[in-house]
């Protein structure tokens, strides 16, 4: 059984995601990485949800029963683990967390020596130690055995490298903003980057308990944060997710910024300030049309990939770009972070602001979207697209009439996602009822 999806392993707390799956993925990552050791060290993060303490005890004590080092560095962003996995010169980085799903779900995912994701071949290896029958008998003894150690000063070195993406002559003093921290992993982290940097900070939702992450706050419920920004007639609100590697931004009169906007803006910023490499970015095909003409009039590439931040990432690294992002809020600097990181895009958006000396309103709004239907269905199963009685004859017909359209599950929840663009928004609207009746009957 596949369990691997697009960002890792991920489900339910205590029902997917067991005790029992944590230590066998952890004998697993743990033999998979010893091949290419260089200290036979692994660093281990999470996001503030209580089944982390379950999943952390269970994946540490795989990864020393089979010899590795353990450095637990406790709630952290997932960005952040990248970092310092790289930084501490550890062979993997591991963060558990299910990133902006309800506190009851939990994921792991795994990190390479240099901070990158992993790739669906390194994933498949895992997976097969994972299912093989002869775990138990890579189990070290005496002094091989690994040891684990938490290290609780490591946030600093995060909080340096932030703060080092912000323009040096730049100052965010007389700056209001309201930062929405999801109850997550930046609890700590965020307000601190904002507050060194000068800014006036409104700090929301950083008092976690184990079972308040992304409830009715941060990027998921922007709403929170745009009546607060209205409220304190702040200069601009910053919302993270759980586990802070996604970033929603809300402008100075309250109104929430697409995230294809925001894309489109700040790649026009790193070109004005020619720090745009190869005069290029990625976006998913999820993106809507109107950033693809909006950057050609600026004389930016914009190349395409499927959905998240990992694959955005290798589009970058194919094509040369040190740009891009999904229109969730997953933005990718590649001179700062390997991954989606909310508070390097946060800075940048400050920084676009600031050099820019209007409100953010103005920055923030660079064109008009083309019309897009989207949404999300809990279903119960994920059977083959093209197996699905009637889809093929509903698709057809939609491409007849030029609209652009994108089916896909979830890899991390039990959804099926549908998108839908064109100019004829009654059209969008019917195409759309039609789909949703379909896979009602057909998925539930």
Do not use: W
Not at 73 to 88: H, K, S, W
Request: aromatic share 6%; net charge neutral; glycine share 10%.
């Amino acid at each position: 059984m596949k369990i691997f999806g697009t960002d890792g392993v991920r489900g339910k707390a205590g029902v997917d995601i067991t005790a029992m799956v944590a230590l066998r993925l952890g004998i697993a990552a743990g033999l998979y990485f010893q091949k290419d050791s260089i200290g036979n060290r692994i660093l281990v993060g999470k996001d503030t949800r209580r089944s982390g303490y379950m999943v952390e005890n269970a994946l540490v004590s795989g990864l020393t029963a089979v010899g590795m080092d353990v450095i637990q560095v406790g709630p952290m962003p997932t960005p952040a683990i990248a970092f310092l996995t790289e930084d501490m010169r550890c062979d993997a980085g591991i963060m558990i967390s299910a990133s902006h799903n309800p506190y009851y779900d939990n994921g792991i995912k795994f990190f390479d020596t240099h901070g990158f994701k992993l790739c669906e071949v390194k994933e498949s290896e895992i997976e097969n130690l994972y299912h093989s029958k002869d775990l138990e008998r890579c189990y070290k003894t005496g002094m091989a055995i690994g040891s684990s150690k938490r290290i609780d000063d490591v946030i600093g070195r995060y909080i340096v490298h932030i703060k080092n993406s912000f323009p040096k002559h730049l100052t965010l003093q007389g700056v209001r903003i309201v930062l929405d921290c999801a109850n997550g992993a930046a609890y700590k982290v965020a307000p601190s980057v904002f507050q060194e940097l000068g800014a006036d900070v409104i700090v929301l939702h950083d008092s976690p308990n184990g079972s308040n992450i992304n409830e009715n706050c941060g990027a998921m419920h922007p709403h929170v944060l745009s009546d607060e920004v209205k409220r304190m007639r702040a200069d601009i609100g910053f919302g993270l997710d759980g586990d802070a590697d996604r970033l929603i931004v809300v402008d100075n009169e309250g109104h929430l910024i697409d995230g294809d906007k925001l894309i489109g803006a700040l790649a026009l910023y790193q070109k004005k300030k020619h720090l745009l490499h190869n005069n290029g970015i990625v976006a998913t095909l999820m993106s809507n049309i109107a950033l693809e003409h909006f950057l050609k009039q600026h004389n930016i590439h914009m190349k395409r990939c499927n959905v998240g931040d990992k694959y955005v990432l290798q589009a970058m690294l194919q094509h040369g770009f040190n740009f891009g992002g999904e229109q969730s809020g997953h933005i990718i600097f590649s001179d700062f972070a390997k991954t989606g990181d909310g508070l390097v895009s946060a800075l940048q958006v400050a920084a676009l602001m600031l050099e820019s000396n209007k409100q953010s309103k103005e920055i923030l709004n660079p064109f008009i979207l083309a019309p897009q239907k989207q949404s999300s269905m809990q279903i119960q199963k994920k059977p083959p697209l093209d197996s699905i009685q009637g889809l093929k004859e509903i698709l057809n017909d939609i491409e007849s009439h030029g609209i652009r359209h994108l089916i896909r599950y979830s890899g991390t929840e039990n959804k099926i996602r549908i998108l839908l663009e064109g100019d004829n928004e009654t059209l969008l609207d019917t195409y759309h009822t039609q789909l949703q009746a379909l896979f009602e009957k057909s998925l539930s």
